[in-house]
């Protein structure tokens, strides 16, 4: 996600932890329903791969820079019930 300082050099979408990337599970049926979990939680920014089965992923996007990785960021705020008790 990020560094204890909340800073994520290089990358600038993951700062404070707006972003997290993970591995890919072994095969396309677990992933899509990682990537549909994500998509549950009101993730907005959800990107895969261009190469194999990681192209086929119902994310919001596809770049080539990450076929070796998923990344899960932003959550609409907007959406998010806080339940008070
Ligand atoms: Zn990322």
């Known amino acids: 996600m990020c560094f204890g300082d909340g800073t994520s050099y290089p990358s600038v979408s ?3 932890g707006r ?4 591995r890919y599970l072994s095969s396309s049926k677990d992933e899509k329903k990682k990537v549909l979990a994500f998509k549950k939680f009101f993730f907005t920014d ?3 791969g261009t190469s194999g089965w990681y192209a086929g992923l119902p994310s919001h996007k ?3 820079d990450h076929n070796d990785h998923l990344h ?3 959550i609409d705020t907007s ?3 806080v ?3």
């Not at 972003?19 to 993970?22: I, K, R």
Request: glycine share 4%; charged share 25%.
């Open 14 to 16: 993951h700062n404070n």
């Open 46 to 48: 959800i990107i895969t």
């Open 79 to 81: 959406k998010v019930k």
């Open 62 to 64: 596809h770049f080539d």
């Open 19 to 22: 972003s997290v990337d993970t």
């Open 83 to 85: 339940i008070k008790k």
């Open 72 to 74: 899960t960021g932003v």
